[in-house]
């Protein structure tokens, strides 16, 4: 979706009466504007207009039916995916393209990936759990977390984190479900123990992708294990949803302690299961 693509939306709302050239000139700007009051978004006025434009890409799948998440103007994960199923859609004259939305409903979807196997890690400072904890198959969510967007609390993480769509935005905490918390924790703190700050930025370790998000799975149609708030992203931009351990930095050997931290508290990380979708790991069995 460019800015010619917005540009003809805009013109079939009547909110821009322009040439579709692509120039993001006054008469696009105020249609852009126009378009955001129109449809409700909250807070615009402080955006600088590329922010702006990426809420109105935001608006222009959701009104056509496409998961795009909260209206924000931060091209996050859930936002460029949402643009890629309507450039897929738009080469498929408006219909829905399966290999895009639907690849990982029909068996088409990598299966277990070889992978090293992991190092026992002694923290000097945080211990694992005595016992690797059971999480319920995603198949049986809502009976152990209960309904989706529910039971959640903060999580305050041991080191300021970034949002990994938006550097300038610190996080130091975030939503979780009450049930994975502890085990949160002691996955970050392990993390900082054994790496240190240092080590963990510049690992990419810091750069947070999300964790409650009441959502379908991108690439599916079953709800994602986010919607529970007992997901979490890493660094989703060198990890994307269909990188395989060749191109995601995640499988990288020096990762390897860090994977030990989630894997002792009985999460999976979807790449060394599945070998996509790199950047999340969940409290979930497959």
Partial sequence: MDLRDVQSRLAAAHLY??????????LTKAAIKAFLLQQGVDGFDMW?????????????????????GRIDGLAGTQTRYAITVWDARLANGGQP???????RNDGTAPQAAPARPLPTITSSQVAAPATRPVWPKQSAMDQFYGPKGTGQVMLVTPYKMCLAWDLSRTVARFSCHGKVRENL???????LDYYGLEQIQKLRLDLFGGCLNVRKMR??????????????????????????RAQATLDGPEYDPFW????????????????YDWMHFQFARL
Avoid: K
């Fill in 185 to 191: 924790e002691r996955i970050f703190a392990r993390t």
């Fill in 17 to 26: 009466d322009g040439a579709v050239d692509g120039v993001l000139g006054g």
């Fill in 48 to 68: 600088p207009i590329a922010r702006r434009l990426v809420a109105a890409q935001q608006l222009i799948c959701r009104i056509g039916g496409i998961e795009a």
């Fill in 260 to 275: 030990s931290f989630v894997y002792d508290e009985g999460a999976i990380g979807l790449g060394r299961e599945r070998d």
């Fill in 219 to 244: 690439g599916g149609s079953s709800w994602s294990i986010h919607s529970w708030g007992c997901a979490v992203d890493i660094d989703p931009d060198h990890n994307q949803l269909n990188m395989h």
């Fill in 97 to 103: 393209v399966a290999a895009v939305e639907a690849w």
